[in-house]
């Protein structure tokens, strides 16, 4: 067990529609990724957060959105979906906010979600 | 920031060490050597990092080569819960992320 939680574990929802993924980062750990990992693909950066802000972007695409809370929670929003949005969504989370001084980061287990 | 090269796959005996090598010639000074699995379809498994020196975890132990220009990873008793991709990343390029490339899948054999 990671320390990193994340739900829901699985979703189904239809093309169009809009679904909000949730991580709680391991205590006290300040800094929040999140990763997309499609079967065609490897794992993917979207975006990372820390204490709130956000501090750096990947291939997220506009649809896609993401904010931390002053509790550190952190939300992932994905909009007007696609087929092709069918992944699994990670979020890890770390102490500080970069690994350059060798802090780990750990992933949650992920959400899996299918749009049809 | 350095790229690294893994075999694709490769297999090893149940019981026996795996030596999982990985290649990162243009790795700078101050970058670290990390390792993570991902058993099928769950999170990304932490395992070890390094910067110099040889580090050795209740999971594993990693040798750096003194130029650091390689770096091997040993299982020291492999077991079938071990068959996994696993991930040598350097300190990821950009704002501190790991980037993940396509890893090496272990299949542990009986």
């Known amino acids: 067990d990671s320390g990193v939680t994340q739900t829901p574990k699985h979703l189904i929802t239809a093309t169009g529609q809009r679904v909000t993924l949730r991580c709680s980062p391991r205590s006290g750990d300040l800094s929040v990724y999140w990763y997309q990992q499609s079967l065609d693909q490897g794992l993917q950066f979207l975006i990372q957060?820390?204490?709130?802000?956000?501090?750096a972007k990947g291939n997220i695409l506009e649809r896609f959105s993401a904010q931390q809370f002053p509790d550190l929670h952190s939300e992932l929003n994905l909009s007007s979906l696609e087929l092709g949005d069918s992944a699994l969504y990670f979020c890890?989370?770390?102490?500080?906010?970069?690994?350059?001084?060798?802090?780990?980061?750990?992933f949650g287990e992920g959400s899996w979600l299918t749009v049809v | 920031d350095a790229k690294t090269t893994q075999p694709p796959s490769m297999d090893c005996a149940e019981g026996r060490a795996a030596n999982l090598p990985c290649n990162h010639s243009t790795i700078s000074g101050n970058e670290y050597v990390y390792w993570y699995r991902q058993i099928h379809s769950q999170g990304p498994q932490y395992i070890i990092h390094?910067?110099?020196n040889n580090e050795t975890n209740e999971m594993a132990s990693l040798i750096i080569t003194e130029d650091r220009k390689s770096s091997t990873l040993i299982l020291p008793h492999a077991t079938l819960r071990d068959t996994a991709v696993y991930y040598c990343?350097?300190?990821?390029?950009?704002?501190?992320?790991?980037?993940f490339g396509k890893g090496n899948q272990v299949v542990v054999i009986p």
């Open positions: 890890a989370s770390t102490l500080a906010e970069g690994i350059g001084s060798g802090n780990t980061i750990y």
């Open positions: 390094g910067l110099k």
């Open positions: 957060y820390y204490n709130g802000e956000e501090r």
């Open positions: 990343i350097v300190r990821a390029y950009g704002n501190n992320r790991l980037a």
